[in-house]
């Protein structure tokens, strides 16, 4: 696996074949200092660069550099190629307006950014059923870094997370270690661990006009223009109840087929669903309250999203039970419009929901890309 370029129209790490390994992680801002903001944001994209083209963290490397001085690269990527990695960062609604106290008085406006607030970066609602934990919410910034080898993306973050030392701190982390998501069509449908088809009816790259109707910012934005927005959930499953689950229910509840991935309705897996189609007795084929009925796009004005989720793994219970589930991610264009009522109906009538609880989310505006050309890179990346 190669190199995608860092700079561009759009940021990579959207419409970017998905890799198959995630590493995500929310920060929250230390300094209240606008032009310590500024320079974090600089520094953050001129190592982005440089990693994402398999170079060192900074100029000298891993392994030499002034001796009295920590290295400016941590080294645990140095023999690793690439694999694919992007880096992309995203703006929480709390970097605008702060975050809102308990008693619902007003956040504070920490960087004098408050006119620059993109509609769209609402504070989520309640969904029916969602359980979140504050503590795997929200934040200041986003970075997601996509890549085939989980050690390239650690490093990555690790290293981002080390140039912004006294200006910002991780709040939450995430790791994905399978692709539940195809997001070109020269890619195999992957599995999430219902052990279903997962990005079938998805938007994929080749899709250009999909693309600019349903996940990047219109022009008309303003300064978003070109960018996108970021959801991310962290949607833990009940696997153990649902591998005690029949072959039948479970499909009934999804609406597909669990081999071929096939609307239940017929044909195969790149076939449209046909949601008028009626078995023995008149009840349609797939059930009103099956997942993909509810999350269609003909039961949302035509809306759709490109979903780049991953499967998770943190440990276990004290019941055995494993902490495992579907770390959702999509790319959308307005959430208000493209996400916040596909999730409500989902919550509220979604029948996999039974099997589903939504411990961490957040919402993130995703600045467009760095122009090509207006990075300075010498030799070698600097
Ligand atoms: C489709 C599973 C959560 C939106 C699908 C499909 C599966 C699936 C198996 C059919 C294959 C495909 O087209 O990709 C799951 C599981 C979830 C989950 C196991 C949670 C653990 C969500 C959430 C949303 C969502 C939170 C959005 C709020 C969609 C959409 C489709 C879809 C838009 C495509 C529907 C279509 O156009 O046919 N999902 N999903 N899913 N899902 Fe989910």
């Not at 702060?98 to 920490?110: A, F, I, K, L």
């Not at 059923?129 to 890549?147: F, I, M, N, T, W």
């Not at 994929?204 to 223009?225: C, I, R």
Request: hydrophobic share 35%; net charge negative.
């Amino acid at each position: 696996t190669g190199t995608y370029p860092f700079t561009g129209v759009h940021q990579a790490g959207i419409v970017t074949p998905a890799q198959d390994r995630l590493y995500l992680a929310a920060f929250d801002l230390t300094t209240t200092s606008r032009d310590e903001l500024v320079e974090l944001l600089r520094r953050w994209t001129t190592i982005a660069a440089r990693l994402t083209q398999g170079l060192s963290a900074g100029p000298f490397g891993p392994a030499s550099g002034p001796y009295d001085a920590p290295p400016d690269d941590t080294g645990e990527a140095a023999d690793l190629p690439p694999a694919g990695l992007t880096i992309t960062f995203g703006l929480g609604r709390s970097m605008f307006v702060g975050t809102p106290g308990p008693d619902g008085t007003p956040g504070e406006d920490r960087f004098g950014l408050a006119d620059r607030l993109p509609d769209g970066l609402v504070a989520l609602p309640h969904f029916a059923a969602d359980d979140l934990d504050p503590a795997r919410s929200d934040g200041d910034l986003v970075v997601q870094a996509c890549a085939d080898d989980p050690q390239v993306a650690v490093h990555a973050i690790r290293n981002l997370s080390r140039a912004a030392f006294g200006s910002a701190t991780i709040r939450w982390t995430q790791l994905g270690y399978g692709r539940t998501s195809s997001t070109s069509t020269a890619q195999r449908t992957p599995r999430n661990l219902f052990g279903f088809k997962d990005g079938t009816a998805n938007v994929k790259a080749e899709e250009t006009d999909a693309l600019d109707e349903h996940v990047w910012v219109p022009a008309s934005a303003g300064w978003l223009a070109g960018g996108s927005y970021l959801v991310a959930r962290r949607i833990r499953m009940r696997i153990e109840t649902w591998d005690r689950t029949s072959l039948r229910e479970q499909e009934n509840l999804v609406g597909r087929t669990k081999g071929e991935g096939a609307p239940l309705s017929g044909g195969t897996e790149f076939t449209e669903p046909d949601f008028t189609a009626q078995g023995r007795g008149g009840a349609p084929l797939i059930a009103v309250d099956s997942h993909v009925r509810l999350a269609h796009p003909s039961s949302h004005d035509g809306a759709r999203m490109l979903r780049r989720g991953y499967n998770f793994t943190d440990g276990n219970d004290a019941l055995g039970r494993l902490d495992a589930g579907l770390f959702f991610v999509a790319f959308v264009r307005d959430p208000r419009t493209h996400y916040i009522p596909v999730q409500a109906a989902l919550s509220r009538d979604d029948v996999l929901m039974e099997y589903l609880t939504h411990t961490g989310s957040g919402l993130f505006a995703v600045p467009p890309g760095v122009p090509d050309g207006s990075l300075v890179t010498g030799a070698d990346g600097t």
